[in-house]
């Protein structure tokens, strides 16, 4: 018996061409990596703590899920800011901005004492969040030439997978 033969009957199969990754490259795809999992793992951390948050704010926790709701909220009202600032001021700033202010709404999230308070600080605490995720993108997309965006796009892809999975795990 003979091997399968995937090149449609046209002879042997096409070898590709190794995708040979530069130092800055994999710099750029590992800070872009770090920076994008931070909004996938800042909703699942938090998501087993339901009912310990419940119990600290005094709460139901009804009102405590609805802060997954605004966070999603400002998530998508993020995306709509976040990619016009880009272009307009260029990437570094809107990034560095960003992580500062998310940074500070996670602690303001941490230290709220009243659920409306959570509600607030977990909207822009997205909003901020945002940035990065649609911000790499583009940086991906300047950064890299047409042969190696799929590999930096892949590895953004594996990050926004993984990250759901390793934050109820911390």
């Not at 003979?2 to 710099?27: A, D, H, L, W, Y």
């Not at 009243?114 to 649609?134: D, H, N, T």
Request: with cysteine; proline share 5%; glycine share 8%.
């Amino acid at each position: 018996p003979s091997s399968p033969n995937f090149s449609g009957g046209r002879g042997k199969m096409k070898q590709t061409k190794e995708c040979k990754i530069s130092r800055q490259e994999i710099v750029i795809i590992s800070v872009l990596t770090l920076i994008t999992a931070l909004e996938p793992f800042s909703i699942d951390s938090y998501i087993s703590s339901f009912s310990d948050i419940s119990h600290s704010l005094g709460a139901t926790l009804p009102q405590v899920q609805i802060s997954l709701s605004v966070f999603l909220g400002g998530f998508a009202v993020g995306q709509l800011f976040w990619g016009v600032a880009s272009d307009a001021y260029g990437r570094r700033l809107p990034i560095l901005v960003s992580l500062v202010l998310f940074v500070a709404m996670s602690a303001l999230c941490a230290v709220a004492r009243s659920v409306e308070m959570l509600w607030i600080a977990r909207f822009f605490q997205a909003f901020f969040g945002c940035a990065p995720v649609v911000i790499s993108r583009a940086v991906v997309t300047d950064s890299f030439d047409s042969k190696r965006i799929l590999f930096a796009y892949s590895i953004l892809a594996i990050t926004q997978g993984f990250a759901p999975m390793a934050g109820p795990a911390i």
